[in-house]
């Protein structure tokens, strides 16, 4: 399991989109500080619930989200 590369994804998948954090967390209903702690390679505690509003904010499946974090970042 890697939440870095999580968080090489999510930065990867705003600078696809053009969307800036702070966007992607208003998308998401999500605080900053959580979008953040994402992006800081810290996952581990995430909800589902919270994996599904990101890959709604992000235009992709949370199924996605959840292979690059457990298949060691294998694009799916």
């Known amino acids: 399991m890697s939440g870095e590369n999580l968080a090489v994804y999510l930065e990867e998948k705003l600078k696809e ?3 800036s954090k702070s966007e992607a967390a208003r998308r998401a209903d999500i605080s900053r500080q959580t979008w953040y702690r ?3 390679a810290e996952a581990a505690d995430t909800k589902l619930s919270t994996i599904v509003q990101i890959a709604g ?3 992709t499946h ?3 989200l959840l292979q690059v974090y457990f298949e060691n970042g294998k694009r799916a």
């Open 62 to 64: 949370p199924m996605t």
């Open 38 to 40: 994402l992006e800081g």
């Open 17 to 19: 989109l053009g969307l």
């Open 57 to 59: 904010a992000l235009e």
